[in-house]
């Protein structure tokens, strides 16, 4: 199993997350469901992620295999979760914020992006679980999506060149995503020239952060996206949330019966 330590990359998402959204953190009361559900879910998928590394490479075969089955059961909560913060982003417009109603369909289009690779590469990551380097590889990169805006979180925090400190510094915003981009994209590099042969996880989350950095650009400028958008955001939440699980539900049973023994893969080549 490749990736021995990589553990201690997902439990440093952790206190780097917290550095991240310190403004979630410090108003937890008012932040809503739809917050508190993906922070929860997202919060319990790395912590099971780090789990898995580590007892796999401990010699934990039986623990191994029983945080598996646990995400079976997270993995539709998470994906629900994401598509409510898909809808927050929205509300925010409806709601009158002045910084969501410039680059709130950008957001918006960059995380239905984001969820809807999330559910693939987890999807991937059962179907593959009988092959080693594939399996682990794309359980790696379903945090991708979710390191690279911790980054650029982080890099509007703490860089005074990209501090945001009223709405004509919103464009530091779309920098620090573009940066940290560009980072998490040269770590993919890096991580397929080790081992090209297995690289099909990183082929496809490069391709996934170049379409984010694009979308990002093009769809706050886009009159039809952005009323379709803002609809979204009167839909009721409930719906939305069953409609995530459901098809986490759909997908987990995918991957598993797919990756059964007898059954082989056709993974995406890289």
């Known amino acids: 199993m490749p990736y021995r330590y990589a553990h201690y990359f997902y439990l440093a998402l952790i206190p780097?997350?917290?550095?991240?959204?310190?403004?979630?953190?410090?108003?937890?009361?008012?932040?809503?469901?739809?917050?508190?559900?993906?922070?929860?879910s997202a919060t319990l998928w790395i912590l099971l992620l780090a789990a898995q590394c580590a007892s796999i490479h401990n010699g934990f075969r039986r623990l191994h295999r029983k945080l598996g089955y646990a995400g079976l059961v997270l993995f539709p909560v998470y994906l629900g979760g994401f598509l409510l913060v898909f809808q927050s982003e929205a509300?925010?417009?409806?709601?009158?914020?002045?910084?969501?109603?410039?680059?709130?369909?950008?957001?918006?289009?960059?995380?239905?992006?984001?969820?809807?690779?999330?559910?693939y590469m987890v999807y991937a990551g059962l179907r593959d679980r009988r092959n080693v380097?594939?399996?682990?590889r794309w359980m790696l990169v379903t945090v991708f999506l979710f390191s690279e805006s911790v980054l650029g979180r982080l890099l509007n925090n703490?860089?005074?060149?990209l501090w945001v400190d009223d709405i004509d510094d919103v464009r530091r915003i779309y920098d620090a995503f573009h940066l940290s981009q560009l980072a998490a994209i040269?770590?993919?590099?890096?991580?397929?020239?080790?081992?090209?042969?297995?690289?099909?996880?990183?082929?496809?989350?490069?391709a996934v952060l170049l379409l984010q950095s694009l979308a990002l650009e093009l769809f706050d400028d886009l009159d039809t996206w952005r009323g379709l958008f803002v609809d979204m955001g009167e839909w009721p939440t409930t719906p939305i949330l069953l409609a995530g699980i459901l098809a986490?539900?759909?997908?987990?049973?995918?991957?598993?019966?797919?990756?059964?023994r007898g059954m082989p893969s056709k993974p995406l080549s890289a």
């Open 158 to 161: 703490f860089v005074p060149a």
């Open 91 to 119: 509300r925010r417009i409806i709601d009158g914020d002045p910084y969501a109603t410039v680059f709130g369909p950008g957001i918006g289009a960059i995380t239905l992006i984001a969820v809807a690779a999330t559910a």
């Open 133 to 136: 380097q594939l399996h682990a």
């Open 16 to 40: 780097a997350s917290a550095l991240a959204f310190s403004g979630y953190l410090s108003d937890l009361p008012d932040a809503g469901i739809s917050k508190h559900l993906h922070a929860f």
């Open 248 to 260: 986490g539900v759909v997908l987990a049973v995918l991957g598993w019966t797919r990756g059964r």
């Open 186 to 206: 040269a770590l993919a590099l890096v991580l397929y020239t080790r081992a090209r042969e297995h690289g099909a996880p990183f082929v496809f989350v490069i």
